[in-house]
Nanobody, 126 residues
Framework: QLQLVESGGGLVQPGGSLRLSCAAS????????IGWFRQAPGKEREGVSC????????DYADSVKGRFTITRDSAKNTVFLQMKSLKPEDTGVYYC???????????????????WGQGTQVIVSE
């Protein structure tokens, strides 16, 4: 059974960068599409980015396009989310999850599978 653990969050000033990691144990993540989600205080969880099982397709929420990059390292069984030019509105708990797409590969269509992990906290503040 695939298990995912998020790490890499922290406190960063606006304009700064962070790289989040989603480490997989059990089956390698190459078998699965993986998505990153975030939940800001008082708001619903939202999709941020996704990557296909083969790593050849990616998609991003409009709010992070051009600033975030999702990649996967098969040798390390890890999916990364590189975040640059961070804004206060990027603050939240970030989660990764195995996902599927009931109506085609798209950030708007990604649906998480299984239970959520602990996530990793990102705070963007002066």
């Amino acid at each position: 059974q695939l298990q995912l653990v998020e790490s890499g969050g922290g406190l960063v000033q606006p304009g700064g960068s962070l790289r989040l990691s989603c480490a997989a144990s059990g089956f390698g993540p190459d078998f699965y599409h993986i998505g990153w989600f975030r939940q800001a205080p008082g708001k619903e969880r939202e999709g941020v980015s996704c990557i296909s099982g083969g790593g050849d397709r990616t998609d991003y929420a409009d709010s992070v396009k051009g600033r975030f990059t999702i990649t996967r390292d098969s040798a390390k069984n890890t999916v990364f989310l590189q975040m640059k030019s961070l804004k206060p509105e990027d603050t939240g708990v970030y989660y990764c999850a195995k996902i599927f797409f009931p109506r085609g590969f798209s950030i708007a269509n990604m649906t998480p599978l299984g239970s959520w992990g602990q996530g990793t906290q990102v705070i963007v503040s002066e």
